[in-house]
């Protein structure tokens, strides 16, 4: 449904996004993960015609972005960071302007805008002020405006931004719903929104892809480098010595925390889990034992172990 | 076509429910309410004057009151204009880029020419719908005249204004589309009609045909002629292609919103 070519765009010196390519098959969710300023925003500007790209190609249902802008933008649902909104119109008669620009024929619109109100669940503001809604209905408004003409691809940038957790909750079920007829590409800094509701990811840093993956594979990938963190009463040259003779333990860091306890980072193999090891070794020397958990990676951190990871496969190749 | 009025109409819609719009408006109906009443009698006044004067020495009153009175309320319409239309323009793409609505139009399929035409269609037309009060005024007027002036004046007089209006909110629209912020619009587009305008003054100090093409440039010059209620080809060759030009500049402008960094 989306072919996305090498595509580059360049502002000036700036390289936003960089030789992307990815493909989204009908029906599919597609997770865009990036931190902030990583060229999600832009890719998405591409897509739906909003801005020309610098070089290569993306093509929607066929059509190229560039050369059959109408026709993509035709069939493109899309929703902005900040909701594209009028405060002075009620959300109706927001809905039906909305619809008429997009080309909803005059007979089906009524039918339309009541289906978009309803499944971004707004059928009761249907006559309020655009301005009186809070930024969850706001949100759902734009929602519910990239919904509005039954559109193949749609296209949402940060969709759950500024909504409560119910809201969000509620907007990751309506994005699930709609896949299968509509084809959607959501971007988001949010790991565990990609794993709940997307079937593939593309993961997006400084205008380059780190990874394109499903987020059951992503994630067990990810595991590969796990982390325990562990909070001891005992001195702490010996329990880093103690924690380093643990066989797959490859890297243990210290640090002083209050009350004379240690905080110690043990760095594992993949695929091992050495938490049962590191407990009885602690309790074998006879340390109080206060804390002992797996450390999930941040968002950069996994940027981060993607991109070494590459250099590491890439450099045995060379 | 379907595009066009979709555009129309929310702009229609917008209008009614801003208060720029009704201000503008207001402020307009106040004050050319008020200059009409000054100038019908100040000629009023004049023409007692000189039929006073005729008792006396046996002079034929030679003051046609109905063609003055509108001569000189035309007049004072173009500079009404001058000073309110640039604030029905303003906002019409700067609001947009501000709010970020912009990036809804761009990506919907309609043209850029498309979103221009609705944008303008409907700044004209709350411009016509702000005139129309006024002809209630010279109406009063000419059925009152005896004999009755001719409806060419009238017609002429209409006609000139809306052809600079139209001039003055294209040239509006285009400034709004340069900016994020409605004053800078604002001002700018002021200040543009107002150097459109002086033009004429700048002419009549050189000679030669820097002259001619200063008092041709001039955006009050054609309108003269159309107070008097002669319909010159120039002048309406003027204004027709004052308008396409910045319609068209804005339609680029639009165009070019997509290549720089939104």
């Given at each position: 449904?989306?072919?996305?070519?090498?595509?580059?765009?360049?502002?000036?010196?700036?390289?936003?996004?960089?030789?992307?390519?990815?493909t989204?098959?009908?029906?599919?969710?597609?997770?865009?993960?990036?931190?902030?300023?990583?060229?999600?925003?832009?890719?998405?500007?591409?897509?739906?015609?909003?801005?020309?790209?610098?070089?290569?190609?993306?093509?929607?249902?066929?059509?190229?972005?560039?050369?059959?802008?109408?026709?993509?933008?035709?069939?493109?649902g899309y929703?902005?960071?900040?909701?594209?909104?009028?405060?002075?119109?009620?959300?109706?008669?927001?809905?039906?302007?909305?619809?008429?620009?997009?080309?909803?024929?005059?007979?089906?619109r009524?039918?339309?805008?009541?289906?978009?109100?309803?499944?971004?669940?707004?059928?009761?503001?249907?006559?309020?002020?655009?301005?009186?809604?809070?930024?969850?209905?706001?949100?759902?408004?734009?929602?519910?405006?990239?919904?509005?003409?039954?559109?193949d691809?749609?296209?949402?940038d940060?969709?759950?931004?500024?909504?409560?957790?119910?809201?969000?909750?509620?907007?990751?079920?309506?994005?699930?719903?709609?896949?299968?007829?509509?084809?959607?590409?959501?971007?988001?800094?949010?790991?565990?929104?990609?794993?709940?509701?997307?079937?593939?990811?593309?993961?997006?840093?400084?205008?380059?892809?780190?990874?394109?993956?499903?987020?059951?594979?992503?994630?067990?990938?990810?595991?590969?480098?796990?982390?325990?963190?562990?909070?001891?009463?005992?001195?702490?040259?010996?329990?880093?010595?103690?924690?380093?003779?643990?066989?797959?333990?490859?890297?243990?860091?210290?640090?002083?925390?209050?009350?004379?306890?240690?905080i110690?980072?043990?760095e594992?193999a993949?695929?091992?889990?050495?938490?049962?090891?590191?407990?009885?070794?602690?309790?074998?020397?006879?340390?109080?034992?206060?804390?002992?958990?797996?450390?999930?990676?941040?968002?950069?951190?996994?940027?981060?172990?993607?991109?070494?990871?590459?250099?590491?496969?890439?450099?045995?190749?060379? | 076509?379907?595009?066009?009025?979709?555009?129309?109409?929310?702009?229609?819609?917008?209008?009614?429910?801003?208060?720029?719009?009704?201000?503008?408006?207001?402020?307009?109906?106040?004050?050319?309410?008020?200059?009409?009443?000054?100038?019908?009698?100040?000629?009023?006044?004049?023409?007692?004057?000189?039929?006073?004067?005729?008792?006396?020495?046996?002079?034929?009153?030679?003051?046609?009151?109905?063609?003055?009175?509108?001569?000189?309320?035309?007049?004072?319409?173009?500079?009404?204009?001058?000073?309110?239309?640039?604030?029905?323009?303003?906002?019409?793409?700067?609001?947009?880029?501000?709010?970020?609505?912009?990036?809804?139009?761009?990506?919907?399929?309609?043209?850029?020419?498309?979103?221009?035409?609705?944008?303008?269609?409907?700044?004209?037309s709350?411009?016509?719908?702000?005139l129309?009060?006024?002809?209630?005024?010279?109406?009063?007027?000419?059925?009152?005249?005896?004999?009755?002036?001719?409806?060419?004046?009238?017609?002429?007089?209409?006609?000139?204004?809306?052809?600079?209006?139209?001039?003055?909110?294209?040239?509006?629209?285009?400034?709004?589309?340069?900016?994020?912020?409605?004053?800078?619009?604002?001002?700018?587009?002021?200040?543009?009609?107002?150097?459109?305008?002086?033009?004429?003054?700048?002419?009549?100090?050189?000679?030669?045909?820097?002259?001619?093409?200063?008092?041709?440039l001039?955006?009050?010059?054609?309108?003269?002629?159309?107070?008097?209620?002669?319909?010159?080809?120039?002048?309406?060759?003027?204004?027709?292609?004052?308008?396409?030009?910045?319609?068209?500049?804005?339609?680029?402008?639009?165009?070019?919103?997509?290549?720089?960094?939104?």
């Amino acid at each position: 449904m989306i072919e996305v070519q090498d595509l580059t765009k360049a502002y000036g010196s700036v390289t936003a996004v960089d030789h992307v390519s990815f493909t989204v098959n009908k029906g599919e969710i597609l997770g865009f993960l990036g931190p902030n300023g990583a060229g999600k925003t832009t890719t998405m500007r591409i897509l739906t015609g909003f801005m020309p790209a610098t070089g290569g190609t993306a093509r929607v249902a066929g059509f190229d972005v560039f050369a059959d802008s109408l026709e993509v933008r035709r069939r493109i649902g899309y929703l902005p960071e900040n909701p594209p909104l009028y405060p002075e119109m009620t959300v109706e008669s927001y809905l039906d302007f909305v619809a008429r620009i997009k080309g909803v024929p005059p007979e089906r619109r009524a039918d339309r805008i009541t289906d978009a109100l309803q499944k971004a669940g707004l059928a009761d503001k249907r006559n309020e002020l655009i301005k009186r809604l809070s930024r969850g209905y706001k949100q759902r408004v734009g929602l519910a405006q990239a919904l509005v003409h039954d559109p193949d691809v749609i296209i949402l940038d940060e969709p759950t931004v500024g909504l409560d957790p119910k809201q969000i909750i509620e907007v990751r079920h309506l994005i699930k719903s709609l896949a299968g007829t509509h084809t959607i590409i959501l971007s988001t800094h949010i790991l565990p929104e990609v794993s709940m509701t997307c079937d593939r990811v593309v993961i997006i840093n400084k205008g380059k892809i780190a990874a394109v993956d499903t987020p059951q594979n992503l994630t067990s990938r990810l595991k590969g480098g796990q982390r325990i963190r562990v909070e001891a009463q005992a001195p702490e040259k010996p329990l880093q010595e103690a924690l380093a003779q643990i066989s797959g333990a490859n890297r243990v860091q210290t640090e002083a925390a209050s009350g004379g306890h240690i905080i110690a980072t043990i760095e594992s193999a993949p695929g091992q889990d050495l938490r049962s090891q590191i407990a009885a070794r602690i309790v074998e020397k006879g340390w109080p034992l206060y804390e002992l958990r797996g450390v999930s990676l941040s968002l950069e951190e996994i940027f981060l172990e993607l991109t070494t990871d590459d250099a590491a496969h890439a450099q045995p190749a060379a | 076509m379907r595009g066009i009025y979709a555009v129309y109409r929310k702009e229609m819609g917008n209008y009614f429910v801003s208060p720029i719009a009704y201000v503008v408006v207001g402020v307009f109906l106040l004050l050319s309410a008020f200059f009409f009443n000054r100038i019908l009698a100040y000629f009023i006044q004049q023409s007692f004057a000189m039929e006073m004067q005729s008792m006396r020495f046996g002079m034929p009153p030679e003051i046609d009151v109905p063609s003055r009175v509108m001569q000189s309320f035309f007049g004072i319409l173009s500079s009404l204009i001058l000073f309110l239309t640039p604030a029905l323009t303003m906002g019409v793409y700067a609001e947009e880029r501000k709010r970020g609505t912009m990036e809804l139009l761009l990506t919907s399929p309609l043209t850029e020419l498309e979103i221009v035409l609705g944008k303008f269609l409907a700044s004209l037309s709350l411009f016509a719908i702000m005139l129309l009060p006024t002809a209630s005024y010279l109406a009063f007027m000419y059925f009152r005249s005896d004999p009755l002036p001719p409806w060419r004046l009238l017609l002429a007089g209409y006609g000139g204004v809306l052809l600079m209006g139209a001039s003055i909110l294209a040239l509006g629209s285009f400034i709004s589309s340069l900016t994020e912020n409605q004053l800078i619009a604002t001002v700018l587009t002021f200040a543009a009609v107002l150097i459109l305008w002086v033009l004429d003054f700048g002419a009549s100090g050189t000679q030669g045909a820097l002259t001619q093409v200063l008092a041709y440039l001039s955006i009050i010059q054609h309108y003269q002629d159309f107070t008097r209620g002669i319909v010159d080809t120039s002048g309406l060759i003027y204004y027709v292609s004052f308008v396409i030009l910045f319609l068209f500049l804005t339609v680029r402008s639009l165009d070019s919103m997509r290549w720089r960094r939104a």
